[in-house]
């Protein structure tokens, strides 16, 4: 518990952010994020809205020190923050979107029950035989997250096959999620059609600067663009990796995991070996962030 709070009390920028998350949502989403219950906090229809709360308090407070942005890009939920960074979608537009979407996909879950699992040890090559191997129902590839790291996603018996094939493939550990449905996967079509009636009202105009899709991993520059893709994501599969290499090859030197956790700054460790990536999250990560800038 506690998410953002000290954010919030360090930084007014911070304390905007979620005052302003409480009066678009008509509810305290701040409480929650800071005192729970957990259960409901870790719901999809609140993580979403919470997780996007979190990562633009985090920008708010640290954007006049970030310069020039090359490009932005975000893991699944993430793409709706970066491309509130990128200006194509108001904070309080984006908000409406994923409590939404968290919303939509929850019932998609419950309609058609789902499940997903991570795979370790196998090519991106032994996971598509994997999942074309399977016969009693859907597996997908659903995270593409690092050389080696991915995650299936489908109805439960495709995934339960799916799993003991990933077994016998040769896989390191294979373990199901504790998720509610069967995100990025065609399990997903139903939510994918109420985002797109959502996102058709909302407002997006060009980013600012490229935001690389999750669907494509291939840069973004348009509002109309961004649209499509952020609806085609839920059925998609997420190729995280890829877009880590399509930011290197653009020439980005550093980067920057604004929000909750440190799960991207981990990933790089792999995806881009070498290149600083800096988690920023809490008070103690901005202030050591400000001073990096301020000795460089």
Same mark, same amino acid.
């Not at 997903?188 to 980013?207: H, N, T, Y």
């Not at 109309?224 to 290499?245: F, G, I, M, N």
């Given at each position: 518990m506690?998410?953002?709070?000290?954010?919030?009390?360090?930084?007014?920028?911070?304390?905007?952010?979620?005052?302003?998350?409480?009066?678009?949502?008509?509810?305290?989403?701040?409480?929650?994020?800071?005192?729970?219950?957990?259960?409901?906090?870790?719901a999809?229809r609140?993580?979403?809205?919470?997780?996007?709360?979190?990562?633009?308090?985090?920008?708010?407070?640290?954007?006049?020190?970030?310069?020039?942005?090359a490009?932005?890009?975000?893991?699944?939920?993430?793409?709706?923050?970066?491309?509130?960074?990128?200006?194509?979608?108001?904070?309080s537009?984006?908000l409406?979107?994923?409590?939404?979407?968290? !919303?939509? =996909?929850?019932? *998609? /879950?419950?309609? &058609?029950p789902?499940a997903m699992a991570?795979?370790?040890? +196998?090519?991106?090559?032994?996971?598509?035989?994997v999942?074309?191997g399977?016969t009693?129902?859907?597996?997908?590839?659903?995270?593409?997250?690092?050389?080696?790291?991915?995650?299936?996603?489908?109805?439960v018996?495709?995934?339960?096959?799916?799993?003991?094939l990933?077994?016998?493939a040769?896989?390191?550990?294979?373990?199901?999620?504790?998720?509610?449905g069967?995100?990025?996967?065609?399990?997903?079509?139903?939510a994918?059609?109420?985002l797109?009636?959502?996102?058709?009202?909302?407002?997006?105009?060009?980013?600012?600067?490229?935001?690389?899709?999750?669907?494509?991993a291939?840069?973004?520059?348009?509002?109309?663009?961004?649209?499509?893709?952020l609806?085609?994501?839920?059925?998609?599969?997420?190729?995280?990796?890829?877009?880590v !290499?399509? =930011?290197?090859? *653009? /020439?980005?030197? &550093?980067?920057?995991?604004?929000?909750?956790?440190?799960? +991207?700054?981990?990933?790089?460790?792999?995806?881009a070996?070498?290149?600083p990536?800096?988690?920023l999250?809490?008070?103690?990560?901005?202030?050591?962030?400000?001073?990096?800038?301020?000795?460089a």
């Amino acid at each position: 518990m506690g998410m953002a709070r000290p954010l919030a009390r360090a930084h007014p920028e911070a304390a905007r952010v979620l005052e302003e998350a409480d009066d678009v949502l008509g509810f305290s989403l701040s409480t929650l994020m800071a005192e729970g219950p957990e259960e409901e906090l870790t719901a999809t229809r609140n993580a979403q809205p919470a997780i996007l709360a979190h990562s633009v308090a985090v920008l708010r407070t640290v954007e006049d020190r970030l310069g020039p942005i090359a490009l932005a890009a975000g893991h699944s939920l993430g793409e709706f923050s970066a491309h509130v960074a990128a200006g194509t979608l108001s904070f309080s537009g984006a908000l409406e979107a994923v409590r939404l979407r968290g !919303e939509l =996909m929850f019932q *998609a /879950g419950q309609k &058609r029950p789902g499940a997903m699992a991570a795979v370790l040890g +196998l090519d991106d090559d032994a996971l598509a035989r994997v999942c074309a191997g399977v016969t009693e129902g859907i597996c997908v590839p659903a995270n593409f997250n690092s050389a080696g790291q991915t995650v299936v996603s489908g109805d439960v018996a495709g995934v339960e096959q799916g799993m003991q094939l990933a077994q016998d493939a040769g896989a390191r550990r294979v373990v199901r999620l504790n998720v509610s449905g069967a995100f990025h996967s065609p399990l997903m079509a139903p939510a994918a059609e109420g985002l797109g009636a959502k996102l058709e009202a909302v407002e997006m105009s060009d980013p600012g600067f490229p935001v690389v899709s999750n669907v494509t991993a291939a840069p973004v520059s348009s509002g109309v663009e961004a649209r499509r893709l952020l609806v085609e994501q839920l059925t998609s599969p997420v190729q995280w990796a890829k877009s880590v !290499e399509t =930011m290197l090859e *653009a /020439g980005v030197d &550093r980067f920057l995991e604004l929000g909750p956790g440190s799960v +991207l700054t981990g990933l790089n460790r792999r995806n881009a070996k070498g290149v600083p990536c800096i988690s920023l999250g809490e008070p103690a990560d901005l202030e050591s962030f400000a001073r990096e800038d301020d000795d460089a």
